[in-house]
């Protein structure tokens, strides 16, 4: 191949990438407004259904209007682009939200009967129920003993010492970090690594019973290595709770997950099998986030 050929056929790589930019730019600035989510929002005997949920921060309406169920030993993975409200509708789940001065959030999200917005609910169960991991690790300035314990504690979980042993141990084995710290459990748990930090919050969250693990960018602060360990760790758990995992990244969202959701503008667009929608997404805007055509 020649040279001239090399640069013409870079000079229309930058063009189309100049389009798809632009055509990107223009998505962004287009008055927000709601759309239908393609593909099947429900799913039978739900962990959680969300029913026209909403939120606000001020004026800006950063999710809008949506509804979508999260399966029981399901891991469902969101999606899309930096900005579209994937954290802010996961933060619904268990009400962190409450926490955001000048934040408000509509609509009904029912676990069981109970829907968790309904005014009488205590958020302090319900955040054990449904349990948070955050993008960077954030062990507590505590033993790695402690950090476990702690839950379980302030929850009056343990009836004696020797119970609360065995969750500390159990919820250790579970999150895959026991065999690396049975040694060194009163040491700090910030001593430890990124990647063990990460399982020993894992541990923390396991340890007061969760039904539900809501993780945000869990893997965005660690190494490939790191990454790989709580990956594999996430496709165990799911045998045991419900798993809505938020990335960045389509490989990780196509390793874990087993229904994808894809979001774009506070729209909650497509829903559905991961392998759908990474081989034959239905919906146009999907398939060029998928494609990498913006994002
Ligand atoms: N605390 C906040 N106050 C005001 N606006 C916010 C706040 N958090 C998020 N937003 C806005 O809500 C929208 C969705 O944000 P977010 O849920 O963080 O998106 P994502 O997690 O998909 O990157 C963005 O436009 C963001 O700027
Ligand atoms: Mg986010």
Redesign the pocket.
């Known amino acids: 191949m020649s040279s001239v050929d090399t640069i013409e056929e870079a000079v229309q790589l930058k063009r189309a990438n100049f389009k798809q930019a632009a055509g990107h730019m223009d998505s962004l600035t287009r008055k927000q407004e709601q759309r239908e989510t393609e593909g099947d929002v429900r799913v039978e005997n739900p962990r959680l259904r969300c029913n026209d949920v909403n939120v606000y921060?001020?004026e800006?309406h950063?999710?809008m209007g949506v509804n979508l169920d999260i399966g029981r030993n399901e891991v469902i993975a969101m999606i899309?682009?930096?900005?579209?409200?994937?954290?802010?509708?996961?933060?619904c789940l268990n009400r962190m939200n409450d926490t955001?001065v000048?934040?408000r959030v509509t609509g009904q999200i029912f676990m069981d009967e109970q829907d968790i917005n309904a005014s009488g609910i205590d958020v302090v169960p319900l955040r054990a129920t449904v349990g948070m991991v955050f993008q960077k690790p954030n062990p507590f300035p505590k033993s790695i003993w402690e950090n476990v314990a702690f839950g379980p504690r302030i929850h009056g979980l343990a009836q004696n010492k020797a119970e609360l042993e065995e969750m500390v141990v159990t919820s250790l084995q579970r999150a895959g970090l026991w065999e690396e710290v049975k040694d060194r459990l009163e040491q700090p748990g910030t001593g430890l690594s990124g990647g063990q930090q990460q399982r020993l919050c894992i541990a923390r969250t396991i340890a007061v019973n969760p039904e539900v693990i809501l993780m945000?960018e869990p893997c965005s602060a660690l190494d490939p290595i790191a990454t790989a360990v709580i990956e594999d760790l996430i496709d165990e758990l799911r045998e045991l709770y419900s798993i809505v995992i938020?990335t960045h990244s389509m490989q990780q969202a196509a390793r874990v997950s087993q229904r994808t959701a894809y979001?774009h503008l506070?729209n909650l667009i497509e829903v559905g099998e991961t392998t759908q929608i990474f081989t034959n997404p239905v919906h146009k805007l999907t398939e060029d986030y998928i494609t990498g055509r913006f994002g």
């Open positions: 921060y001020g800006k950063a999710v899309g682009p930096s900005g579209c409200g994937k954290s802010t509708f996961l933060r955001i000048g934040c945000d938020v979001f506070g």
